[in-house]
């Protein structure tokens, strides 16, 4: 019992703190951490505002005519919003960095949406009369479902991370990990208060002398540094990373399945064929156009499509026509070889036929498959919303296709009996 709490914990802590630290931290994905900028940065600083360092840090900034981008505490800003107006009326942009300092890797998800960022907002827009649109989350602790909860703000992150909450790296350090991770787009982490946990209190102190050198040099090197909406690009709008954060599970989960159930591609070289050997359970029997009949209890090769190769060929095609080519071609190619496996692997030796479900069905006939429409029911609808929803995630241009010509997008039982495959590719 204990070990099967403990392997639920395992789990759920997995999920819901690590997979989401992968996916933004590592993949990148559902996330900003760097743009296209010409001779262009971001400065971006958290945790403030501070009533010392904040505005020394303004004035160093309006010195050098430098614009930045706060990720402030709404609890601070709620102390002091004379520094959170003059940040917006000297032309700064001001971001969410939740209301309190506290990991959304601790706090329930409905909480972090509702109780920190949205009330941050609120309170942000209740000072300036502008209502925060991107937004920070401490440490850049993200978890499982703020990716999909705070869908209306753009997550930004960073690219460069100089440490300078310790004083003794702001002191040693700070101005050379700047200088060094000068790139077009960069966006780099900074702080103006130093009263978080982790953090020396006397910190900013040392990260402003070095800011005021790395400013000078900027200058002399002719690069600016603008606020994180001026370097937005469409590529980082939280519709396009919905779908690459959609793209991303959906890739996993394809891996996870494959390996539970023992799914194999045909040819490693071209793996858009996939099989596995199981009983075929439908309550109808299947009749084939070469007499055969596949009934319930029969063994059968179930097909699957690898759809990461199917999204890489759907990316490169130029139409929707240039890449039914394609697929017709390799499946081709793929059909004798799928014969020698059912004629040689002893798993297949009493399989009657290759079957499967898929709303990729045109053109199935001219290779020998039998098209059948799927018995009315549960099981049909269910199958129809998800091979849509699949459509969606992979295809490039799956919104316009599920709005264009839909009626053909109807899932299809596609089917082909091992004596005509036989017939067909024994040569």
Same mark, same amino acid.
């Given at each position: 019992?204990?070990?099967?709490?403990?392997?639920?914990?395992?789990?759920?802590?997995?999920?819901?703190?690590?997979?989401?630290?992968?996916?933004?931290?590592?993949?990148?994905?559902?996330?900003?951490?760097?743009?296209?900028?010409?001779?262009?940065?971001?400065?971006?600083?958290?945790?403030?505002?501070?009533?010392?360092?904040?505005?020394?840090?303004?004035?160093?900034?309006?010195?050098?005519?430098?614009?930045?981008?706060?990720?402030?505490?709404?609890?601070?800003?709620?102390?002091?919003?004379?520094?959170?107006?003059?940040?917006?009326?000297?032309?700064?942009?001001?971001?969410?960095?939740?209301?309190?300092?506290?990991?959304?890797?601790?706090?329930?998800?409905?909480?972090?949406?509702?109780?920190?960022?949205?009330?941050?907002? =609120?309170?942000?827009?209740?000072?300036?009369?502008?209502?925060?649109?991107?937004?920070?989350?401490?440490?850049?602790?993200?978890?499982?479902?703020?990716?999909?909860?705070?869908?209306?703000?753009?997550?930004?992150?960073?690219?460069?991370?100089?440490?300078?909450?310790?004083?003794?790296?702001?002191?040693?350090?700070?101005?050379?990990?700047?200088?060094?991770?000068?790139?077009?787009?960069?966006?780099?982490?900074?702080? =103006?208060?130093?009263?978080?946990?982790?953090?020396?209190?006397?910190?900013?102190?040392?990260?402003?002398?070095?800011?005021?050198?790395?400013?000078?040099?900027?200058?002399?090197?002719?690069?600016?540094?603008?606020?994180?909406?001026?370097?937005?690009?469409?590529?980082?709008?939280?519709?396009?990373?919905?779908?690459?954060?959609?793209?991303?599970?959906?890739?996993?989960?394809?891996?996870?399945?494959?390996?539970?159930?023992?799914?194999?591609?045909? =040819?490693?070289?071209?793996?858009?064929?996939?099989?596995?050997?199981?009983?075929?359970?439908?309550?109808?029997?299947?009749?084939?156009?070469?007499?055969?009949?596949?009934?319930?209890?029969?063994?059968?090769?179930?097909?699957?499509?690898?759809?990461?190769?199917?999204?890489?060929?759907?990316?490169?095609?130029?139409?929707?026509?240039?890449?039914?080519?394609?697929?017709?071609?390799?499946?081709?190619?793929?059909?004798?070889?799928?014969?020698?496996?059912?004629?040689?692997?002893?798993?297949?030796?009493?399989?009657?036929?290759?079957?499967?479900?898929?709303?990729?069905?045109?053109?199935?006939?001219?290779?020998?498959?039998?098209?059948?429409?799927?018995?009315?029911?549960?099981?049909?609808?269910?199958?129809?919303?998800?091979?849509?929803?699949?459509?969606?995630?992979?295809?490039?241009?799956?919104?316009?296709?599920?709005?264009?010509?839909?009626?053909?997008?109807?899932?299809?039982?596609?089917?082909?009996?091992?004596?005509?495959?036989?017939?067909?590719?024994?040569?």
């Amino acid at each position: 019992m204990e070990k099967r709490i403990f392997l639920i914990v395992l789990i759920f802590t997995s999920l819901y703190m690590l997979l989401p630290w992968i996916i933004t931290r590592i993949m990148g994905i559902g996330v900003v951490r760097r743009f296209q900028g010409n001779r262009q940065l971001a400065l971006t600083f958290d945790d403030g505002p501070h009533p010392e360092y904040t505005p020394q840090l303004l004035d160093l900034l309006k010195k050098h005519n430098m614009k930045a981008t706060f990720f402030v505490l709404a609890s601070r800003a709620e102390q002091y919003p004379e520094l959170l107006l003059r940040m917006h009326e000297e032309g700064h942009q001001i971001g969410v960095h939740n209301y309190d300092h506290k990991s959304n890797w601790l706090m329930l998800p409905w909480n972090v949406k509702r109780r920190q960022v949205d009330r941050s907002a =609120d309170i942000i827009e209740r000072i300036t009369g502008c209502r925060p649109t991107c937004y920070r989350p401490p440490w850049g602790m993200l978890n499982l479902t703020d990716l999909f909860l705070l869908k209306d703000y753009t997550i930004v992150l960073w690219s460069v991370m100089t440490g300078d909450w310790r004083s003794k790296v702001a002191e040693k350090r700070l101005k050379n990990s700047m200088l060094e991770g000068l790139k077009d787009g960069a966006i780099v982490l900074l702080h =103006d208060s130093g009263d978080t946990l982790g953090a020396n209190r006397d910190a900013p102190r040392y990260m402003l002398q070095a800011l005021e050198e790395v400013l000078e040099e900027l200058q002399r090197q002719s690069w600016a540094t603008v606020r994180i909406d001026e370097l937005m690009t469409a590529a980082a709008t939280p519709a396009h990373n919905s779908r690459r954060l959609l793209l991303a599970f959906w890739m996993l989960w394809e891996r996870c399945f494959a390996t539970f159930f023992n799914i194999i591609p045909v =040819d490693q070289s071209n793996p858009l064929l996939k099989v596995r050997v199981r009983e075929y359970r439908g309550s109808q029997p299947i009749q084939l156009e070469d007499g055969e009949q596949i009934c319930k209890g029969d063994r059968i090769a179930e097909l699957h499509l690898d759809n990461k190769l199917l999204y890489r060929l759907g990316s490169s095609s130029r139409n929707s026509v240039h890449l039914a080519i394609q697929l017709i071609r390799r499946t081709e190619v793929l059909l004798p070889q799928l014969l020698l496996l059912m004629q040689n692997d002893p798993q297949y030796r009493d399989v009657k036929g290759l079957y499967g479900i898929s709303i990729i069905h045109r053109g199935t006939r001219q290779l020998g498959f039998t098209v059948l429409d799927l018995p009315e029911g549960f099981f049909s609808k269910l199958t129809h919303y998800y091979l849509r929803f699949l459509l969606y995630v992979i295809h490039p241009q799956g919104t316009e296709r599920l709005k264009s010509r839909s009626e053909l997008l109807t899932p299809k039982i596609i089917a082909i009996s091992k004596k005509e495959l036989e017939n067909r590719y024994a040569a």
